[in-house]
């Protein structure tokens, strides 16, 4: 098990740049693979890019491809997603969420951190 934060969310101008950052805690971190969902209100949470525990493997919703990039620095126990363009349907609580390289579950979630972008 492992315990996730994220921070970095924050409100910003349609546009903008934004980068997320997710600090775990609780076990060797190369053992997960890491996501980040959303959720915008009224809506179902969304996934939105995945990163492998070596970080050799990414993908990516259709809606961030081209604009948000996902990466981890082991060393720092920290998964980032950097996300360019941003746009106001953009606007939710992003979380990052973890599972166990040998499973397919994600049963390790933050709490969230809210991006609100502008038009």
């Known amino acids: 098990h492992v315990q996730l934060v994220e921070s970095g969310g924050r409100l910003v101008q349609a546009g903008d740049s934004l980068s997320l950052s997710c600090v775990a805690s609780g076990r060797t971190f190369t053992n997960y693979a890491v996501a980040w969902f959303r959720q915008a209100p009224g809506k179902g949470r969304e996934f939105v890019a995945d990163i492998s525990g070596s970080g050799g493997t990414t993908s990516y919703a259709d809606s961030a491809k081209g604009r948000f990039t996902i990466s981890r620095d082991n060393a720092k126990n920290t998964v980032f997603l950097l996300m360019n363009n941003l746009k106001p349907e953009d606007t939710a609580l992003y979380y990052c969420?973890?599972?166990?390289?040998?499973?397919?579950?994600?049963?390790?979630w933050g709490q969230g951190t809210q991006v609100t972008v502008s038009s």
């Open positions: 969420a973890a599972r166990r390289t040998s499973s397919t579950l994600y049963d390790n």
